[in-house]
């Protein structure tokens, strides 16, 4: 079982819709929580972190977090164009030896349609 | 501005060959990374630094090690490279673990 899974996709989604990107992970004591948006022959880049449980929103993007699922997703809102990406989830480890450790899914891609 | 460059951004080397990649951040960052990105892999921790003196080996140490001199630059050394180390490298720095990584724009490196 591989530490952070996620669909690889393509996820299509029309321009105006709600993107819903998930991610699972199978350490149950991890901690923090990242979604970086990575766009073809870029490097990554922060959008979300997420400690603790519940929603967590910024602008058109809301992140959702359930430990005792371990499940942490990414919605994004009123999708554009602009949105075609990559969605890398990220969780950094909480058991010793660990804490420094951000594991890395390989990365759902998103493509917003007009 | 505070970055983060690495060099090169491309490179073609043959079997065998020692390839160092450069990393220099100018945001006084103690902790900085190393990552390997591969279709179907993701990105894959090679090796990270807490500070001068600091290196510890991540999930694909072997065959490449680093060294940290100073706080702005960790460069990546493959001591003899293989073709199984084709790939793009990103190096990161955050100021505090957990913390936002900052990634470099990628090193993409070919062994043939």
């Known amino acids: 079982q591989k530490e952070v899974e996620q669909n690889s996709g393509p996820l299509s989604v029309p321009e105006g819709a709600i993107a819903s990107l998930n991610c699972t992970y199978s350490?149950?004591?991890?901690?923090?929580f990242f979604w970086y948006r990575q766009y073809s022959g870029k490097s990554p880049e922060l959008i979300m972190s997420?400690?603790?449980?519940g929603d967590k929103e910024d602008g058109r993007f809301t992140a959702q977090l359930n430990k005792a699922s371990q499940y942490v997703s990414l919605l994004i809102r009123d999708s554009q164009p602009s949105d075609s990406a990559t969605y890398l989830c990220?969780?950094?480890?909480?058991?010793?030896?660990?804490?420094?450790?951000?594991?890395f899914g390989t990365g759902t891609r998103l493509q917003v349609t007009l | 501005d505070a970055e983060i460059t690495q060099s090169p951004r491309h490179k073609i080397t043959e079997t065998g060959r020692q390839v160092t990649l450069a990393c220099h951040q100018t945001?006084?960052?103690?902790?900085m990374f190393w990552y390997r990105q591969d279709l179907g892999h993701g990105l894959r921790l090679i090796h990270y630094?807490?500070?001068?003196?600091?290196?510890n080996k991540g999930e694909v140490s072997d065959g490449y090690s680093v060294s940290r001199s100073n706080t702005e630059d960790l460069p990546l050394t493959l001591e003899s490279a293989a073709s199984s180390q084709t790939s793009v490298y990103f190096c990161?720095?955050?100021?505090?673990?957990?913390?936002?990584?900052?990634f470099g724009e990628g090193s993409r490196l070919t062994v043939l």
């Open positions: 350490d149950r004591v991890s901690q923090s």
């Open positions: 945001w006084n960052h103690n902790n």
């Open positions: 997420i400690y603790s449980n």
């Open positions: 990220a969780v950094q480890g909480g058991r010793t030896g660990t804490a420094s450790k951000l594991t």
């Open positions: 990161a720095s955050t100021e505090r673990v957990p913390g936002e990584l900052f």
């Open positions: 630094s807490y500070g001068v003196q600091d290196t």
